[in-house]
């Protein structure tokens, strides 16, 4: 019919158009499977919020920045955090905001940067890890040996910055 041939529009700067959210693209395959079905593209800024797992209150910004995109059910988020008042922290410094849950059987390390933010003594800021199905990242210090801890949310300073890029699946 008519109006089954109506379901994509081609707009007069090229762009193919959905008539409705619901539709997407199958990729690389000659045959509809739901697996080769790309129907979720979106990009965004976001809040990044440095607290902790403890209350925390206080912090003063002056960068707090945050992008993303989101394809199928991947999401990459970019962050910048650069502070003018580290405020009143308790426990572990974590990262709040994010505009996506990460599914709940998820874990993973992400690189992160760090400026004056105090680790323990011969450990270094080698990772964040995220707890699926809770919408935070934990920072994250490594020792020698390789062994993970949080990082104390005590040790970050005025003017601590921290920069990430991170990866996961929602």
């Not at 997407?24 to 919020?49: M, Q, R």
């Not at 996506?100 to 964040?128: Q, R, Y």
Request: hydrophobic residues 40%; proline residues 4%; without cysteine.
């Amino acid at each position: 019919s008519e109006a089954a041939a109506k379901q994509w529009s081609l707009l007069s700067t090229g762009h193919w158009l959905p008539a409705a959210t619901d539709h997407g693209i199958y990729l690389g395959v000659t045959a509809a499977t739901a697996a080769n079905l790309l129907d979720d593209y979106e990009e965004g800024s976001w809040t990044p919020v440095l607290g902790s797992t403890g209350s925390y209150s206080g912090q003063g910004y002056d960068a707090q920045v945050g992008s993303y995109t989101k394809i199928g059910r991947q999401v990459t988020l970019h962050m910048q955090i650069i502070l003018n008042d580290a405020g009143t922290v308790g426990d572990f410094s974590t990262i709040f905001g994010l505009p996506f849950t990460p599914v709940a059987a998820s874990e993973g390390s992400i690189p992160i940067s760090v400026w004056k933010i105090t680790l323990t003594s011969g450990h270094t800021p080698t990772a964040i890890f995220y707890t699926g199905g809770s919408a935070r990242i934990y920072l994250q210090q490594q020792d020698g040996a390789g062994v993970l801890d949080q990082i104390a949310a005590s040790g970050v300073a005025d003017d601590a910055r921290l920069y990430m890029t991170a990866t996961f699946l929602v």
